[in-house]
């Protein structure tokens, strides 16, 4: 089964605990702090793979989940980091948050993104080693790797789409021309579903997609027109079909101005595509109507006009290949927000968001009296008080980063 639209839910991997151990030998007078780090946790990778054809995986198994690093131990043991997950998608993906917005777009077998970030691992008591701290009795937490729900889509890569009002011949025009095998029948919407057919021509193979037909009003969703609108975006050249069969109900003229009418409302740029309009089924009415037309007479049933047919498109399909620039491994949208951002929630209390301000008060003690005064001084180092100034934060109110809340006073 195509499936070309899913949901998928990530969960980048959890860092490990820092340690809190103390060197305990025989004959060594008082051993100093020697806990480990804990491990990262791995990442999550969305790669583009040639081997995959839709996202029919993720339909009933949407829940992607990378492992999580281990804890550190004493004697400066770190933990192990949580291996990477990488996730086969389909070429041609494009990866959207729940808002709709588009974050990343693979358009290229083998490109990658990286969807959601693993936790770092928290660093152990020896890490805090100072002058003024010579033994630490405190840790870091390992970091909560990231956790989302994406919206992918896919859009198929094909060289040439087939464009035409249902049941104009397009399935019937593929089979004859590739080795696909779409369902063939005499009603409407007969294909639900794109198809991919690979031609050998002379000029080099290229790959055609069937894609479901097109009814006045798809660019506005009508006939679930967006779905099938967007898998003719990446195609290189355009053939109409306009149908010459008698029981089409519009004259040829009237569907490819229809058609056009279509496509320039979804996306205007799909109009100055390389296109070439033809008659299809002329066996039902002969080649003169195609004639009367302007359009170049194609029957898949009897075989008129498909030997040119693929003679024209492998040229106009080399042609385009040569003037198109290589598409780029992908496409980030919209990069990773970074520093430190406050905000006020509804019942007052300011929020403090940030990786670092976070990471700043994820230790294992903050009552111990050493790792409140290093979270204190290290949120100032990043500008936190500053910034909460700025938001207008007043003695009394409630502030919280991560876990911790505190009360703000001056100083």
Same mark, same amino acid.
């Given at each position: 089964?195509?499936?070309?639209?899913?949901?998928?839910?990530?969960?980048?991997?959890?860092?490990?605990?820092?340690?809190?151990?103390? %060197?305990?030998?025989?004959?060594?007078?008082?051993?100093?702090?020697?806990?480990?780090?804990?491990?990262?946790?791995?990442?999550?990778?969305?790669?583009?793979?040639?081997?995959?054809?839709?996202?029919?995986?993720?339909?009933?198994?949407?829940?992607?989940?990378?492992?999580?690093?281990?804890?550190?131990?004493?004697?400066?043991?770190?933990?192990?980091?949580?291996?990477?997950?990488?996730?086969?998608?389909?070429?041609?993906?494009?990866?959207?948050?729940?808002?709709?917005?588009?974050?990343?777009?693979?358009?290229?077998?083998?490109? %990658?993104?990286?969807?959601?970030?693993g936790g770092r691992g928290g660093r152990g008591n020896a890490r805090f080693l100072s002058n003024a701290r010579r033994a630490p009795r405190f840790a870091e937490q390992g970091e909560l790797g990231e956790e989302l729900w994406l919206n992918l889509e896919l859009r198929l890569m094909a060289d040439v789409a087939l464009v035409g009002f249902p049941n104009s011949g397009k399935s019937?025009?593929?089979?004859?021309?590739?080795?696909?095998?779409?369902?063939?029948?005499?009603?409407?919407?007969?294909?639900?579903?794109?198809?991919?057919?690979?031609?050998?021509?002379?000029?080099?193979?290229?790959?055609?997609?069937?894609?479901?037909?097109?009814?006045?009003?798809?660019?506005?969703?009508?006939?679930?027109g967006h779905r099938f609108l967007r898998h003719i975006e990446r195609a290189r050249v355009l053939l109409f079909l306009a149908d010459m069969g008698e029981d089409a109900g519009l004259s040829p003229a009237e569907q490819v101005r229809i058609l056009e009418v279509e496509l320039g409302s979804y996306q205007p740029e799909l109009l100055q595509r390389p296109r070439l309009v033809v008659?299809?089924?002329?066996?039902?009415?002969?080649?003169?109507?195609?004639?009367?037309?302007?359009?170049?007479?194609?029957?898949?049933?009897?075989?008129?006009?498909?030997?040119?047919?693929?003679?024209?498109?492998?040229?106009?399909?080399?042609?385009? %290949?040569?003037?198109?620039?290589?598409?780029?491994?992908?496409?980030?949208?919209?990069?990773?927000?970074?520093?430190?951002?406050?905000?006020?929630?509804?019942?007052?209390?300011?929020?403090?968001?940030?990786?670092?301000?976070?990471?700043?008060?994820?230790?294992?003690?903050?009552?111990?009296?050493?790792?409140?005064?290093?979270?204190?001084? %290290?949120?100032?180092?990043?500008?936190?008080?500053?910034?909460?100034?700025?938001?207008?934060?007043?003695?009394?109110?409630?502030?919280?980063?991560?876990?911790?809340?505190?009360?703000?006073?001056?100083?």
């Amino acid at each position: 089964m195509f499936v070309d639209e899913c949901q998928v839910h990530l969960k980048a991997g959890d860092g490990g605990a820092g340690a809190v151990s103390f %060197r305990r030998e025989a004959h060594v007078a008082l051993g100093g702090p020697d806990g480990g780090d804990g491990g990262k946790g791995g990442d999550i990778w969305l790669v583009a793979d040639h081997n995959v054809a839709s996202l029919l995986a993720f339909r009933d198994h949407p829940h992607r989940q990378a492992s999580s690093g281990t804890h550190g131990r004493g004697g400066k043991r770190h933990g192990r980091a949580g291996p990477d997950l990488e996730v086969p998608v389909p070429a041609g993906t494009v990866v959207k948050d729940l808002q709709g917005r588009a974050l990343a777009d693979l358009a290229e077998a083998g490109a %990658r993104w990286l969807a959601a970030r693993g936790g770092r691992g928290g660093r152990g008591n020896a890490r805090f080693l100072s002058n003024a701290r010579r033994a630490p009795r405190f840790a870091e937490q390992g970091e909560l790797g990231e956790e989302l729900w994406l919206n992918l889509e896919l859009r198929l890569m094909a060289d040439v789409a087939l464009v035409g009002f249902p049941n104009s011949g397009k399935s019937t025009l593929i089979s004859r021309i590739s080795a696909a095998k779409p369902k063939v029948a005499s009603y409407p919407f007969t294909t639900l579903e794109p198809h991919l057919g690979v031609v050998r021509a002379e000029g080099g193979d290229f790959v055609v997609a069937d894609v479901p037909g097109l009814v006045p009003g798809a660019s506005e969703g009508r006939g679930l027109g967006h779905r099938f609108l967007r898998h003719i975006e990446r195609a290189r050249v355009l053939l109409f079909l306009a149908d010459m069969g008698e029981d089409a109900g519009l004259s040829p003229a009237e569907q490819v101005r229809i058609l056009e009418v279509e496509l320039g409302s979804y996306q205007p740029e799909l109009l100055q595509r390389p296109r070439l309009v033809v008659g299809s089924r002329s066996d039902l009415l002969g080649a003169t109507r195609a004639g009367q037309a302007g359009f170049t007479p194609v029957s898949a049933v009897t075989g008129e006009g498909v030997g040119w047919l693929v003679g024209q498109l492998s040229e106009m399909v080399s042609t385009a %290949r040569s003037a198109q620039p290589r598409p780029r491994r992908y496409v980030l949208h919209r990069p990773a927000p970074a520093g430190v951002v406050v905000e006020r929630t509804a019942d007052g209390t300011l929020l403090v968001k940030g990786r670092e301000a976070e990471r700043a008060v994820a230790l294992s003690d903050l009552t111990d009296a050493g790792a409140l005064a290093y979270a204190q001084a %290290r949120l100032r180092r990043l500008g936190v008080d500053r910034a909460l100034v700025k938001a207008g934060a007043k003695e009394g109110d409630r502030v919280r980063v991560g876990p911790f809340e505190f009360e703000w006073g001056p100083g």
